[in-house]
C-alpha cells in the first residue's frame, strides 16, 4: 500500500520533496530486480526525489534507475548532474543521461563537484558549461539548475554568479563542529533564496587504516549506528534543507528511510550536545 508518510518540504515553486532523496550511487553492483525492488519500496514510503549522476558506475546506475522508475516517472523529482565544464561536452553528456534514464527531461541539473574557482570560471566562461544548461532550460531538458561542491570557497563563488535553483552541499554536525565546514555556505544560499540540498549528513569521517570497508560505495567512512545515525540526520534537517540523500549503500539507506518517519528537530541543548560530543574526532571535510 502507497504511504506518503515521510515528510517533504517545499524545493520551488510549489514543488515539495520528500526530507530524504534516493542517491543513484546505492544502485551501482545491484542486480535490476533488486534495484525495481529498492526503488517500488522507496516510491510507497513517500519518497519523491531521486538523484543520479552518469559517472555511478560508468553509468550503471542511470540505466538501472531509469528502468526501475518508468512507472513513476511523471510522480517523482529526478536529478542528475555532469562534471563537464565545457558547453559541448554538457550538451552531450545531458542527452546520454536522458537516453540512460528513460526521459526526455530532468528535473534537476546540476554542476557536480566544483572543486575551485577555476573550475567556476570555466564554467561561466564563453563556450562553458553554463551556456548548455541555460539552452536545455529553453528546451525543456531541464526545469531546474544547480550545483554540488565539496569546497566552501566554490560554492560561495557559484553562489555569487548565477541565481541557482539549488545547491546540494555537505550538511553534517562533525563538519560543523570540528572543520568549521558547511554553515557559511548554508546561510549564503538562504540569504539569496537558493534551495538547500544536503549530502553528508551520515559521515562519521575518512576511513581509517585499520578500518574494514563494509560499504564499498562509499568513499568515506558513513555512521552505521542507528541511534547517531538518527541524530545525524536530525541535525541536517533542522539546519533548514529542503532533504537529505544518506550514503549510496543499500543497508544504510534502509536504515534512514526507516528513521525518516521520526526526526523531529534537535532542541538548542540537544544540538549544542551533539555537537560537543565531536570533540577530538576528525572532520571528513574543514576549512
Not at 515553486?13 to 534516493?22: N, R
Not at 513513476?72 to 550538451?91: E, M, N, P, V
Not at 528535473?107 to 539552452?135: C, K, N, T, W
Amino acid at each position: 500500500m502507497k504511504s506518503s508518510g515521510i515528510p517533504k518540504r517545499l524545493y520551488h515553486d510549489g514543488v515539495h520533496l520528500s526530507i530524504l532523496g534516493l542517491g543513484g550511487m546505492l544502485l551501482v553492483g545491484m542486480e535490476q530486480g533488486a534495484v525495481n525492488g529498492i526503488v517500488e519500496e522507496a516510491f510507497d514510503a513517500g519518497i519523491n526525489y531521486f538523484d543520479v549522476a552518469p559517472f555511478y558506475g560508468d553509468g550503471e546506475a542511470e540505466r538501472k534507475m531509469g528502468i526501475a522508475l518508468q512507472p513513476y516517472r511523471d510522480r517523482i523529482f529526478l536529478a542528475c548532474k555532469t562534471l563537464q565544464r565545457s558547453a559541448s561536452g554538457a550538451r552531450e553528456e545531458l542527452d546520454q543521461s536522458l537516453r540512460q534514464l528513460r526521459t526526455d527531461r530532468v528535473d534537476l541539473y546540476q554542476f557536480h563537484a566544483v572543486s575551485d574557482l577555476d573550475e567556476v570560471e570555466e564554467i561561466f566562461a564563453p563556450g562553458g558549461a553554463m551556456e548548455a544548461f541555460l539552452r536545455a532550460r529553453q528546451q525543456g531538458k531541464v526545469r531546474y539548475i544547480g550545483f554540488s561542491a565539496h569546497s566552501v570557497e566554490a560554492a560561495l563563488a557559484m553562489l555569487g554568479r548565477h541565481p541557482f535553483d539549488s545547491l546540494l552541499f555537505p550538511v553534517n554536525f562533525i563538519c560543523y563542529a570540528r572543520g568549521e565546514f558547511g554553515p557559511q555556505v548554508m546561510d549564503r544560499a538562504k540569504e539569496l533564496g537558493v534551495s538547500r540540498l544536503a549530502i553528508k549528513a551520515m559521515a562519521h569521517g575518512p576511513w581509517r587504516k585499520s578500518d574494514e570497508r563494509k560499504y564499498p560505495n562509499c568513499w568515506y567512512r558513513p555512521i552505521d549506528d542507528r541511534n547517531l545515525a538518527r541524530q545525524a540526520l536530525r541535525f541536517t534537517l533542522s539546519e533548514d534543507v529542503t532533504a537529505a540523500i544518506p550514503p549510496g549503500d543499500e543497508r544504510l539507506f534502509r536504515m534512514a528511510l526507516e528513521l525518516a518517519h521520526d526526526l523531529p528537530p534537535l532542541g538548542a541543548d540537544e544540538r549544542e550536545g551533539l555537537l560537543a560530543s565531536t570533540r577530538g574526532l576528525r572532520p571528513l571535510l574543514k576549512i
